[in-house]
């Protein structure tokens, strides 16, 4: 789904309109259905997939895309990648598999956060400065000075 250094996770998967395969992970285990489970032609239905998404060194444009695959009623393998959108044929020439544009996403970015001292902070820091400045300027000056 998400190409390297970025990775993801499956956090839920749900359908009220089909048996879906819990052990789907979207890696490894790409089946969205349970064993033997049908889809019948002309069929539609939901399936929720909630993933978790750590982008790496970028935010996107990710393209994203889908395989579906099965069996025609006459035992023929048959296979469709996924449209962007909700209409699967959009030019309308009852095709469904000639129409496959990815889906485009990009992912928000973060807002690095950058701590801000407030008044006891910056006493604290410059204490500290002070205190490192004060140990330089010792060890030189006990550098400095010759070993009677």
């Given amino acids: 789904m998400f190409p390297a250094p970025a990775s993801f996770t499956v956090r839920s998967l749900q ?3 089909f048996t879906i395969n819990p052990t789907f992970d979207g890696q490894t285990v790409t089946d ?12 539609t239905g939901l399936i929720q997939v909630v993933v978790h998404v750590i ?6 444009p990710y393209t994203l895309s889908s395989t579906a695959r099965g ?4 035992g023929t393998p048959v296979t469709d990648v996924s449209m962007d959108g909700d209409n699967p044929d959009p030019d309308g020439d009852s ?6 544009l990815p889906t485009v996403i990009e992912l ?6 950058i701590p801000t001292l407030e ?4 006493l604290v820091l410059a204490a500290f400065l002070s205190l490192v400045v004060m140990r330089r300027l010792k060890r030189r000056e006990e550098r400095a000075t010759p070993a009677a």
């Fill in 15 to 17: 359908s009220s309109d």
């Fill in 32 to 43: 969205l259905l349970a064993a033997g489970s049908p889809l019948g032609i002309g069929q």
């Fill in 55 to 60: 982008p790496g060194a970028g935010v996107g």
């Fill in 71 to 74: 069996t025609s009623p006459a």
């Fill in 95 to 100: 095709d469904p598999t000639n129409n496959n």
């Fill in 108 to 113: 928000p970015g973060a807002t690095p956060q």
């Fill in 119 to 122: 008044t006891w902070g910056f």
